[in-house]
């Protein structure tokens, strides 16, 4: 065995405290998949399937590992019974489309086998179309297919609706306000989230500025809202009252934390501080950090509620606008009140849901 990956099995595993790990060889594509299987407390394991090739098997461990347990938080943090989980399918980058499609339907097998202990839907690397491939084998176990295929699409949008309620939440913490007239927010990253944060913050009357690394989706989102873009390279410290990360986690750490220029920090990406503490150092700046577990969930929650639990588009709208409100509310009310950081206290909201 990789002795990296030894590695990663021996220092993460007994912290991680997750329900299963399970490691799959697709032999045909010289693929990897990892079903990261966090915790059934609250429901079956679900989460969504990221499709990349990393630098290293180990690499893609630690992020499935990572993310499982952020789905734990998330799902419990809102009241949803869905327990954690995630995917990653760590592939060779040079798989043409056949190969591709061929690896997303032995996938579904896999699920299949797997007999909905993992429930799926997109992730970073995947979409509804390719949740259609992997259906054609694994379901009823996957979500977000395409409504040509029955489902109820991309859940971009709906992750998008939370994060703005969340920064709306946030604003009235430390501003006193949720009017985002002429509120200064810089968004990082707009693929499906990052485009439909920018499309409400700018209806909303907000000053947005944002930035991606595809020159064509830049020119479109300025083109369609009257958002002006940044340097990708300098977006985390351009001066703001919000710093919205949209992108790939990671971004904030000992480094970029001292150059932000910002009020607060309020995402859609997945575990966006590099490291354990890089909240405290937010803290220390007197940068209100919200958890991206706790405004996140809007996707997750609105496709499982309307393809599981027949919800429809408006009950979804309401029920992911009311979770991430009152999420960061008290969040931010018992990181007051108990003068903890505002990532101890979602976790402790996590915990006593679960214990519960």
């Keep these: 065995m990789d002795p990296a990956l030894t590695d990663v099995l021996e220092e993460q595993l007994a912290r991680w405290g997750g329900d299963e790990l399970i490691l799959h060889h697709d032999a045909p594509s010289g693929a990897w998949i990892i079903l990261a299987l966090h915790s059934s407390r609250l429901g079956p394991p679900t989460g969504g399937t990221r499709f990349k090739a990393y630098a290293r098997l180990a690499d893609a461990v630690t992020d499935a590992l990572r993310l499982s ?24 980058a040079e798989l043409d489309a056949g190969e591709r499609q061929a690896l997303l339907r032995r996938y579904g097998t896999l699920l299949r086998e ?6 799926t839907g997109p992730d970073v690397g995947t979409s509804p179309t390719d949740m259609d491939v992997i259906a054609e084998t694994g379901a009823p176990y996957v979500f977000a297919r395409t409504p040509a295929a029955g489902g109820a699409g991309s859940s971009g949008p709906y992750t998008a609706l939370s994060v703005f309620a969340g920064i709306r939440a946030a604003c009235a913490h430390v501003f006193g306000t949720d009017d985002l007239s002429g509120r200064r927010v810089v968004v990082q990253g707009v693929g499906s989230v990052g485009a439909g944060l920018v499309e409400r913050l700018v209806d909303a009357g907000a000053d947005v500025r944002f930035a991606d690394l595809d020159a064509g989706v830049v020119h ?7 958002a002006r873009s940044l340097d990708p390279g300098a977006v ?10 949209c992108a790939l986690g990671g971004v904030l750490d000992a480094r970029t934390i001292p150059t932000l220029r910002c009020r607060i920090v309020a995402g859609g990406a ?15 700046r007197g940068i209100f950090y919200v958890p991206d577990y706790a405004i996140n969930i809007g996707g997750a929650m609105a496709i499982t509620g309307m393809e ?4 429809t588009e408006a009950e979804a709208t309401e ?33 006593e849901r679960l214990a519960g």
């Design 114 to 119: 797997l007999g909905g202990r993992f429930y």
């Design 319 to 351: 029920r992911v606008t009311r979770s991430a409100e009152q999420a960061v509310r008290r969040i931010l009310e018992l990181s007051d009140r108990e003068g903890v950081s505002t990532e101890e206290a979602a976790r402790r909201l996590a915990e």
């Design 69 to 92: 347990e952020g789905m734990t938080r998330k799902y419990a943090v809102a009241g949803f019974e869905r327990g954690g989980g995630k995917a990653v399918i760590h592939a060779p």
């Design 236 to 245: 985390l410290a351009h001066p703001c009252d919000v710093l919205a990360p």
């Design 308 to 311: 599981a639990l027949g919800w």
């Design 270 to 284: 997945n575990n966006p501080l590099a490291t354990e503490g890089d909240e405290l150092r937010l803290a220390e």
């Design 220 to 226: 479109d989102l300025e083109r369609r809202t009257g």
